[in-house]
């Protein structure tokens, strides 16, 4: 078998929540005086720990209040969004049912913090689809994407060498994460257009267009 393990990013990828972080980080730069861009703000913290993409928000953009006053408020806006809004990436739950029945491990590497992770556990339940192997920024220091520490903690975590493992994202950190760590990447539009993709080894616009026996024969 060419692979062994998938691993999915999870915001973006499993649950539908860059719509989420858009609408509370709209809110958070009006409430300090300012104008959210979408194109320019999330290219620059997608792929990012909350803390250190906050830490670049305030260093770029000018926000007076200190990094963890504004972090805690970030968290507030994005919780009260997860809470509400929170919901699976559409074909991802038919997509990952396949896997499965092919016979592949699965995970979740994330650079998302314990308190988000946490509510979408709890909202979608996806410990039912991954058990245990649900991985995170603070499992590995806090380093966020595109370090590859990660994937390749999640790697040894389910007993795969990189080069058996392939990874679904949709930003150019989290692609460049993949690679750096030596794993084939699956770049998938739901963030951000294609040509902010092209450096994984695969892009595509939805779940329907992954060929699983194709890609696992090639």
């Known amino acids: 078998m060419k692979f062994e393990t998938l691993i999915f990013d999870m915001d973006g990828v499993i649950i539908d929540s860059e719509v ?8 958070f ?3 300090h005086g300012k104008v959210y861009n979408r194109e320019e703000v999330a290219l620059l913290l997608t792929g990012m720990n909350l803390r250190e993409g906050t830490a670049l928000v305030k260093e770029k953009y000018g926000f007076q209040d200190d990094v963890d006053s504004l972090t805690s408020e970030r968290q507030s806006l994005l919780e009260a969004e ?3 809004h929170l919901n699976y990436v559409t074909g991802f739950e038919n997509f990952h049912t396949q896997v499965i029945a092919d016979g592949l491990k699965t995970c979740i590497a994330t650079s998302s913090n ?3 992770l946490g ?3 709890k909202k979608l339940g996806l410990e039912k689809k991954f058990g ?3 991985f995170k920024a603070s499992d590995v220091g806090n380093v966020s994407k595109p370090n590859p520490a990660i994937y390749l903690y999640a790697a040894e ?4 060498s990189p080069s058996k493992c392939f990874v679904i994202e949709d930003a150019p950190k989290g692609i460049q994460a993949a690679k ?3 794993m084939f990447c699956i770049g998938i539009t739901t963030t951000f257009a294609k040509d902010r993709l092209s450096h994984a080894d695969m892009v595509v616009d939805s779940y329907d267009e992954i060929d699983l026996t194709k890609l696992m024969m090639e």
């Open 119 to 121: 509510l979408a556990i």
């Open 82 to 84: 997860y809470l509400t």
């Open 29 to 31: 730069f009006r409430r």
């Open 20 to 27: 989420l972080f858009d609408n509370a980080d709209t809110e």
């Open 132 to 134: 245990d192997n649900i």
């Open 157 to 160: 975590k389910m007993g795969t």
């Open 114 to 116: 314990d308190h988000l």
């Open 180 to 182: 750096n760590a030596g």
